[in-house]
């Protein structure tokens, strides 16, 4: 495992003035942190990385998403602040070994550090074993709390195996915490498995099939799960957007949501003030064009904190 402070380089962009805040942009309003040390100043929005693509080989998809973080920083930065927020980079989280336990555990202690610090958090992958390392997080700091987890994804992600992927991350969540549920917004029945779909029955997921996403049922669901909770763990998958809007992606999706259908089941979330964190995984530059993907995780990531109860 690594952990390394962000470069302050990646934060830049268009300068219309240096003094007057309504000119500004959001690489204008960040301040890098070193998280390995102590920390002391709170702000609005905090960002982690987590630098990791590890769990997407091992699940055999395509790498390159390790990148991810810093792509987003780049896209994200650029776009104009909109309030008089204050941005904490905290940093990314990388590793050389050959499986993703020991990243994840540290990736949740970074969670839990630096919750008291930020009002609301962006994490930023990196490849879907995030989900794990965000829930792992949370759970440590609400340790006599239920959790549910909703995720806006094209695959349950409920894989077996015998060490973590981009793939187990629910299911590990679901096997170590008999308290939490699952939701699952935006998938695809060509996209999983009738193994899958047996788990997911085995395990009363609750899932919201991409071609029956609207804004009236979908919401209802929405409401139904959040009230069982105390807590909801929001996480977007971006290969449940359509390849046509998302190219650089670990796994392409050809029948995906739009941008706008993503952002609004985000901001209905985030409406009911139970989540802090929203992990957002699977940026791949690798494979992205024109910065199209990065870009639009940049967008996300704008109505995710400019929307938001919890900095309101």
């Not at 650029?78 to 590793?95: E, Q, R, Y």
């Not at 992600?157 to 939701?183: C, M, N, V």
């Not at 992990?279 to 704008?302: C, Q, W």
């Given at each position: ?35 390995a ?75 839990s ?22 829930f ?5 700091l ?18 077996d195996a ?30 999983n498995?009738?193994y ?28 139904s ?22 190219p ?10 739009t ?6 089941l ?29 870009k ?17």
């Amino acid at each position: 495992m690594m952990y390394t402070v962000s470069d302050e380089s990646l934060w830049h962009g268009r300068i219309d003035d240096k003094e007057n805040r309504d000119h500004f942009r959001n690489f204008q309003a960040v301040d890098v942190i070193d998280a390995a040390g102590d920390l002391t100043e709170r702000y609005d929005v905090g960002i982690l990385g987590y630098a990791v693509d590890r769990g997407v080989h091992l699940n055999q998809g395509r790498v390159g998403a390790k990148r991810g973080p810093d792509a987003v920083r780049t896209k994200f930065g650029n776009l104009p602040l909109m309030k008089d927020i204050s941005i904490a980079d905290f940093g990314n989280v990388s590793t050389d070994e050959p499986y993703v336990e020991a990243v994840q555990k540290e990736y949740a202690e970074l969670i839990s550090k630096t919750n008291d610090y930020a009002k609301f958090h962006l994490l930023i992958g990196g490849g879907h074993d995030i989900a794990y390392a965000h829930f792992k997080g949370l759970k440590a700091l609400y340790p006599d709390q239920t959790i549910g987890v909703i995720n806006i994804d094209a695959h349950f992600d409920l894989r077996d195996a015998q060490y973590a992927t981009s793939g187990t991350g629910f299911k590990q969540i679901l096997d170590e915490d008999a308290d939490a549920g699952y939701l699952v917004l935006g998938l695809q029945e060509a996209g999983n498995t009738q193994y899958l779909f047996n788990v997911a029955e085995q395990y009363d997921v609750k899932y919201v099939l991409a071609e029956d996403i609207n804004y009236d049922t979908t919401y209802e669901i929405i409401q139904s799960f959040i009230e069982q909770y105390d807590v909801i763990m929001l996480t977007l998958c971006l290969d449940v957007l359509d390849s046509a809007f998302a190219p650089g992606v670990s796994a392409p999706c050809s029948f995906g949501l739009t941008p706008q259908q993503v952002e609004r089941l985000i901001r209905e979330v985030l409406s009911y003030g139970k989540t802090r964190h929203l992990s957002i995984a699977e940026m791949n530059p690798e494979y992205d064009i024109d910065g199209r993907t990065a870009k639009l995780v940049g967008h996300i990531s704008f109505h995710a904190v400019h929307r938001n109860p919890n900095i309101l």
